[in-house]
């Protein structure tokens, strides 16, 4: 069993930044590739972002990309999205998730893979 805890949403204007921050519990941090996804209102579950297992191997959204900065600690068995740039239609529910894997390269980017998920963080950005 892995257990998630999100943190550090909150209320910005359009251009303002984030870090949000993913602590994990119960397994071995380093054996788990991680992800990011949201949910605006009306919408479904997307993806953001992922690291892999070792932390080398990074994938982002067209969407995010040059923006979002996905990054790990495993000192800290933390997982960090870094949001600069932020704008409207970043508006969502973000949820951190993690799945089991053998390899510490693979990136994990779709949402039926993962295993274990977190109860998610608002992130609300005005214009």
């Known amino acids: 069993q892995v257990q998630l805890v999100e943190s550090g949403g909150g209320s910005v204007q359009t251009g303002g930044s984030l870090r949000l921050s993913c602590a994990a519990s119960?397994?071995?941090?380093?054996?788990?590739?991680m992800g990011w996804f949201r949910q605006a209102p009306g919408k479904e579950r997307e993806f953001v972002a992922a690291?892999?297992?070792?932390?080398?191997?990074?994938y982002l959204a067209d969407s995010v990309k040059g923006r979002f900065t996905i990054s790990r600690d495993d000192d800290k068995n933390t997982v960090y999205l870094q949001m600069n740039s932020l704008k409207p239609e970043d508006t969502a529910v973000y949820y951190c998730?993690?799945?089991?894997?053998?390899?510490?390269?693979?990136?994990?980017?779709?949402?039926?893979?993962?295993?274990?998920w977190g109860q998610g963080t608002q992130v609300t950005v005005s214009s």
């Open positions: 998730a993690a799945d089991l894997v053998p390899d510490d390269s693979i990136v994990v980017v779709r949402s039926v893979e993962f295993d274990y």
């Open positions: 119960g397994r071995t941090f380093s054996s788990i590739a």
């Open positions: 690291i892999s297992w070792s932390g080398r191997n990074t």
